[in-house]
T-cell receptor, first 113, second 109 residues
Framework: KAGVTQTPRYLIKTRGQQVTLSCSPI?????VSWYQQTPGQGLQFLFE???????NKGNFPGRFSGRQFSNSRSEMNVSTLELGDSALYLC????????????FGSGTQLSVL | GENVEQHPSTLSVQEGDSAVIKCTYS??????FPWYKQELGKRPQLIID?????GEKKDQRIAVTLNKTAKHFSLHITETQPEDSAVYFC????????FGQGTELSVKP
């Protein structure tokens, strides 16, 4: 069974641009959640989707958005990038119940110049 | 809002010693209590979890204990080995997917 796949692995953008990150969950998993990880800040929850519906959202500005498709693949978008958005963005999938037994992808390392 | 705190933030032990990391949470609706391990440069991985109807769970050298009344749960690692060196995160679940700030464990040979 393939694991959680995130693309791309690395991204370099400049301030003001927008970016789209992709996450393919483990086959059969219907929940996908997204996190921002920066040194010393741990894992900050962005949002969670289940069966194409956003079920929960963290405390991030509206520039951060996401969606989930019918095949459970998910994308997150960050518009009007700021220097402080530089981080590792991780997604995780789980089978059914919200937030339990998360399987993480390797992440997308975003650098904003 | 929900609050999750981990202590200590860093922990250094000698190989063979035990390590204990504590996670305190505020959401009384939390009913699932996992611990994740993230080695340097790698993705977080679930290492052990417990539900609110169980007080303790053990898996070889690691164990998790839960005190629901006091709203805290702990990760116990016995006979630590250098490969246990990593950052450990707790993530009590009952609503939003909130993680503790992490504990960096260093096991010195």
């Amino acid at each position: 069974k393939a694991g959680v796949t995130q693309t791309p692995r690395y991204l370099i953008k400049t301030r003001g641009q927008q970016v789209t990150l992709s996450c393919s969950p483990i086959s059969g998993h219907r929940s996908v959640s997204w996190y921002q990880q920066t040194p010393g800040q741990g894992l900050q929850f962005l949002f969670e989707y289940f069966s194409e519906t956003q079920r929960n959202k963290g405390n991030f500005p509206g520039r951060f958005s996401g969606r989930q498709f019918s095949n459970s693949r998910s994308e997150m978008n960050v518009s009007t990038l700021e220097l402080g958005d530089s981080a590792l963005y991780l997604c995780a999938s789980s089978q059914d119940r919200k937030g339990e037994k998360l399987f993480f992808g390797s992440g997308t390392q975003l650098s904003v110049l | 809002g929900e609050n999750v705190e981990q202590h200590p933030s860093t922990l250094s032990v000698q190989e063979g010693d035990s390590a204990v990391i504590k996670c305190t949470y505020s959401d009384s609706a939390s009913n699932y209590f996992p611990w994740y391990k993230q080695e340097l440069g790698k993705r977080p991985q679930l290492i052990i979890d417990i539900r609110s109807n169980v007080g303790e769970k053990k898996d070889q050298r690691i164990a998790v204990t839960l005190n629901k009344t006091a709203k805290h749960f702990s990760l116990h690692i016995t006979e630590t080995q250098p490969e246990d060196s990593a950052v450990y995160f707790c993530a009590p679940q009952g609503g939003k997917l909130i993680f503790g700030q992490g504990t960096e464990l260093s096991v010195k040979p």
